[in-house]
DNA sequence: TAATTAATACCATATTTGTGGTATTTTAAA
DNA sequence: TTTAAAATACCACAAATATGGTATTAATTA
C-alpha cells in the first residue's frame, strides 16, 4: 500500500531531511512538504492524503488549530505530530505523536501503524517531577490571550501591556488570570516554557 | 575537494535527514552524524573534519561550550551553527550560522562558502522590537547559576530553591540577580525565553 | 602565593505578581 | 433572537520579585 503524505513545518531544512529520507522508501509518497499552512490546506483539500505530518508549535497557525480544522473536514485523515516537547494539551484528533528525536525506524514503524493497521502511536514521556499531565480539553486561548501572551513574553509587565493594549491594568490582570488557569500555570516562567511548547510565540 | 563534516544534533531525525540530505552531494563526506556529543568529541580528535555542524540548544552540554571546547583544540576547525534560533550571544568561535528554516540550498552554500573560501557565512536576524543584539562576550554561567536558573524555570520560586539547595534566600537572590545581569534580562519571562535558546533547559 | 572567581549571606524597599472574588458590555454562535 | 463566550473593569491584599547595595568564605587559576 502506497501511503500518500502531506508535512507541513516550519523547518524547510526539516522539510528537505525528511523527505530525502522517505525518498528511500517506496510505499511512501510525499505529496507536498511546506513550511507554508494554507498550501498545505489547500493539497490536503484537493489530494486527500492518508497523513498529515505536522508540528506544535508553528507560527502562523498553532498545529493544534490546524488539526482540528483538518479533522472537522476530512474526519477520516490521519495526523502524526513531530514535535521537539514531549507534552501535549490535547490528544484528541491526534493518531501519531513523536518527538523530533526520534529516529528512522520508529518513524516508518508509526506510519504503518497509524495508516495501515488503523491503530495510535503516541509517544508521550509523562515527566513526573514537571508534573506534565495529558489532558483532553483543548487549550484554545482567545486572540486577546494571546496578544496579552505575547506581550508577557517580551518581558512586559502588567502596566506596559495596559498601556500598549489602551485598557486597563485590571483588565490585562483578569486576561493573566484565565490564560494562567487554561494553561495551567502558576507563575511567568511556566507561562513562557508553555507558549514555547505551544508555539504561541 | 572534498568535505569532511561531523554533525552533532540532539533530534536523531534531524541527523537522519541532513544525512538523506547531504549523501545526494558528492564533495560532502558525513564523517559522523550523533547526538552524543562525547562520540563526537572522539571522532572530531581523531578524524580531523573540516567542518563541525551543531545546535547551540542541546541538553548534556551547551552548544556554546561544545564550540568553545573545539575550537580550543583544533583553532583550524570551521564551525556552523544550525538553530531555531535567530539571535546568538558569542558569535567569536562561530563561522557559519544558519537558521533550521534554512533551504537545501544554502546550506550547501554555507559549507562551501566557509570550508573552501574561508569566509563566514552569519545569518543573524536582528530584531528590533525584542532589541536582541549580538555581543563578544561569552555568557558563561556557572554550575550553580544554572542549577538555580532550572529551579526558576520549574516554577520554583525563591523561597522553594533555597529550601531545595539548602542555602539562604538572600544567596539564591543574588543568583537570580547574578544571572539576570548576565542574560541581560530583567524578569523571569525574559529569563525563560534566554535559558530556552541557549539550550540550558 | 597572589589574584580572581564562585558561592555564600545579609539589608532595605518600591514595584509587581498572583489569587481571591464580582460584574458589565460587546461580540459571536446556536 | 436568545445564549454563550470574549473582552472589559474594578477591588483587596499577601506574597514574591527586582534593584540597589555590602561583604565574607571557599575554590581555583595565573
Known amino acids: 500500500m502506497i501511503k500518500n503524505i502531506v508535512i507541513v513545518d516550519d523547518h524547510q531544512l526539516f522539510l528537505d531531511g525528511i523527505c530525502a529520507l522517505f525518498n528511500k522508501h517506496d510505499d511512501i509518497k510525499v505529496l507536498l512538504a511546506t513550511t507554508n499552512i494554507k498550501d498545505a490546506i ?30 472537522k473536514k476530512q474526519p477520516k485523515i490521519k495526523i502524526m505530530v513531530l514535535s521537539m516537547f514531549a507534552n501535549i494539551q490535547s490528544y484528541k484528533d491526534i493518531d501519531a505523536y513523536l518527538l523530533k528525536e526520534t529516529n528512522e525506524e520508529e518513524l516508518i514503524f508509526a506510519i504503518n501503524e497509524v ?14 517531577e514537571e508534573n506534565i499531565i495529558l489532558r483532553d480539553n483543548n487549550v484554545l486561548l482567545t486572540t486577546r490571550e494571546k496578544e496579552i501572551i505575547r506581550l508577557i513574553i517580551k518581558e512586559h509587565n502588567t502596566t506596559a501591556i495596559a498601556e500598549k493594549l489602551f485598557i486597563s491594568t ?7 488570570k484565565n490564560i494562567f488557569f487554561k494553561l495551567e500555570v502558576t507563575n511567568i516562567a511556566g507561562l513562557t516554557k508553555k507558549a514555547f511548547q505551544l508555539g504561541i510565540i
Chains 1, 2 share one sequence.
Open 42 to 71: 489547500n493539497c490536503i483539500d484537493s489530494e486527500n492524503p492518508h497523513l498529515v505530518i505536522t508540528d506544535i508549535s508553528m507560527p502562523e497557525m498553532s498545529g493544534i488549530e490546524l488539526i482540528a480544522l483538518l479533522k
Open 115 to 128: 495508516v495501515e493497521k488503523n491503530r495510535k502511536y503516541l509517544k508521550i514521556i509523562e515527566d513526573k
Open 170 to 176: 485590571h483588565t490585562v490582570m483578569t486576561h493573566r
